[in-house]
């Protein structure tokens, strides 16, 4: 049984997204996750002007007379979100928690995907595999994706992103979008992201609270590894404190970035006390920039 106060979630969140889905992401969505490649649909007569290369060769000579091969885009996508859900993500300074934010993103990807008729699975971990929602079509299952993401209390309290990418690997064959949703406070992924980058197209969402970077001047504060557990009084009070807690804030995150960019992933940086449209929106762009460049080099 689904508490009251999920479902309450759920459908605010999709109320709150439905104007993005329609309006903003779905033609963007469509024209940036074109379908891979094209699959066969059926042989017809060969007619004036047709390419020569799709002649079936077999049917032709069975049939007495030129009949081709006639090819359609592999329209149909799998999105997959693997998401961590790891004790760090139920944290939030401003307006929402971090799990939130990957909710409700969640809902906006999946809610497009299911306006385009693609398939969206999910995968959810902390040290351990958490929670797995096969991949299948239409709106009520795009839903069911964010009740399932909100709903769940996971066993685990760390952060395993090779686990998560290996497993992946495992059950999701076929080529997909893989929408990796973490707060990437862990180290020594960056092999597992090179492994499944050959393998999907994966985009990391970074997913982060003001506080991780900066630490407001309050005097004695007590902090906790919400992973860990491990406490520890820090005092605010000297700027140069702070000033070293941003620093090594900053270092972390250029060292992620460089990392993405060294292994061509895209990234998308969300922070819970801001708007996540602008951030979409930006990749959007960019995957569109991309994708024309490479079109008019290919025409060249």
């Known amino acids: 049984m689904i508490p009251h106060e999920i479902l309450k979630k759920v459908r605010r969140i999709e109320i ?32 004036h002007g047709d390419d020569i290369r799709s002649i079936d060769w077999n049917v032709t000579a069975r049939m007495g007379h030129p009949y081709i091969k006639k090819f359609d885009e592999e329209r ?30 969640a809902a906006v990807l999946a809610l497009s995907a299911a306006r385009n008729n693609d398939r969206v699975g ?27 993401l909100l709903s769940l209390e996971p066993v685990g309290r760390g952060t395993d992103i090779p686990l998560a990418l290996d497993y992946l690997t495992n059950v999701v064959r076929r080529h997909a979008i893989v929408f990796l949703v973490s707060d990437f406070l862990a180290e020594g992924y960056e092999r597992a992201l090179a492994v499944a980058h050959r393998r999907y197209d994966l985009v990391a969402v970074e997913v982060t609270d003001p506080r991780e970077s900066e630490l407001p001047r309050v005097g ?30 900053r270092r972390r995150r250029d060292e ?45």
């Open 16 to 47: 709150r997204t439905k104007r993005l889905v329609s309006d903003v992401f779905s033609g963007e969505y469509q024209s940036v996750f074109k379908g891979r490649g094209i699959e066969f649909t059926e042989v017809r007569e060969y007619l």
């Open 76 to 105: 149909q996508l799998t999105i997959v979100f693997l998401v961590d859900a790891s004790a760090s993500g139920r944290f939030g300074t401003v307006e929402r928690l971090k799990t939130e934010l990957a909710a409700e993103l």
């Open 122 to 148: 999910l995968v959810v971990f902390t040290d351990r595999i958490e929670k797995v929602v096969p991949p299948e079509r239409g709106r009520r299952h795009a839903l069911r994706v964010v009740r399932e």
């Open 220 to 249: 004695l504060l007590a902090l906790t590894d919400a992973e860990s557990g491990k406490r520890v009084v820090v005092d605010t009070g000297g700027a140069a404190f702070r000033g070293g807690y941003a620093e090594a804030a």
């Open 256 to 300: 992620r970035a460089r990392a993405f960019r060294r292994l061509g992933i895209d990234t998308i940086t969300l922070a819970t006390g801001a708007d996540y449209v602008e951030p979409l929106e930006r990749f959007f762009r960019a995957r569109e920039k991309r994708a024309a460049s490479l079109a008019a080099r290919g025409r060249g």
